[in-house]
């Protein structure tokens, strides 16, 4: 039997993008139908974790991390973060070829993230060591570790440190794929049942139309969750990841996710075939 709840708690990232997705729910801008929602806010690799654990109703997961949570969540056909064109990226300190960075050892931000799984795919055989995300830039340019892979507004700023970018995933998937790089998303957990599973769906979308639509008040929300970057700059990493395929994946966006799944599971990075569920509003 479907549980029956007034309150839900939406798990998702301290990051900018999240918080501008978010930010209609986080100050009460949507009737919910009576329905409380409180947020939760932990990094990517632990909110996989929780995941795993179907900790909460809803949930901002990694891709990477839907084959080990399918059983319990569907999949929201709205909140992706999706490149096109761009992603994730290798830097490094000094220009290395393919062969050369297989020498060196590379940040990683997580085992459960969707950057590390594309970076498999790209190349398998490298050396990796985990490091919280928002370290590893700085880790790299103080020659800590030879090359890192960077996710969230690192792929803005590397530059400013004199780093050199080795590969960008996102643009390498484009190539091979043509299509978006599906990198995460939100899921719900099926046993809400189907009547609230529609509506807290329909919420998250009507919070991120809300967002794009107040762009200005949203910004200045999402500000306060930017770990200091300039309000241009911030702008600029919210449109990369919140923009159409945030509000629905669309065509291109669930080819897209197929397309990773598949591939992961020819490589042998995945145990069998992923089916991926979406919900319907």
């Given at each position: 039997m479907p549980v029956q709840l007034k309150e839900i708690t939406v798990a998702h990232s301290p990051d900018s993008d999240d918080a501008f997705m978010f930010y209609a729910l986080a100050k009460d801008k949507l009737d919910t139908g009576g329905l409380k929602v409180n947020q939760v806010l932990k990094d990517i690799q632990s909110l996989n974790i929780d995941a795993i654990n179907g900790v909460y109703e809803v949930s901002a997961i990694s891709f990477a991390a839907y084959p080990q949570v399918a059983d319990q969540y569907a999949l929201m056909p709205c909140g992706a973060s999706m490149g096109y064109k761009y992603g994730p990226m290798v830097i490094a300190r000094k220009p290395l070829t393919r062969e050369e960075l297989k020498k060196t050892t590379v940040a990683i931000p997580g085992l459960l993230t969707t950057a590390y799984l594309v970076l498999r795919l790209w190349e398998p055989d490298l050396n990796i060591v985990v490091m919280p995300f928002d370290h590893i830039l700085e880790a790299v340019a103080k020659g800590e570790v030879e090359a890192g892979l960077?996710?969230?507004?690192?792929?803005?700023?590397?530059?400013?440190?004199g780093l050199e970018k080795i590969v960008d995933l996102g643009e390498?998937?484009?190539?091979?794929?043509?299509?978006?790089?599906?990198?995460?998303?939100?899921?719900?957990?099926?046993?809400?049942?189907?009547?609230?599973?529609?509506?807290?769906?329909?919420?998250?979308?009507?919070?991120?139309v809300y967002s794009l639509e107040h762009r200005p008040e949203a910004l200045d929300y999402a500000l306060t969750f930017a770990r200091d970057m300039k309000k241009d700059l911030a702008d600029k990493f919210i449109g990369m990841y919140v923009n159409e395929l945030t509000v629905d994946y669309g065509e291109s966006g669930r080819q897209a996710l197929r397309k990773l799944f598949a591939m992961a599971y020819e490589k042998g990075l995945v145990d069998e075939p992923v089916e991926v569920e979406f919900v319907t509003i």
């Open positions: 960077l996710i969230h507004e690192g792929q803005l700023t590397y530059k400013q440190l390498w998937w484009f190539e091979v794929t043509q299509l978006p790089l599906p990198l995460g998303g939100n899921v719900v957990r099926k046993d809400l049942g189907p009547k609230l599973i529609q509506q807290v769906t329909q919420l998250l979308k009507d919070s991120i």
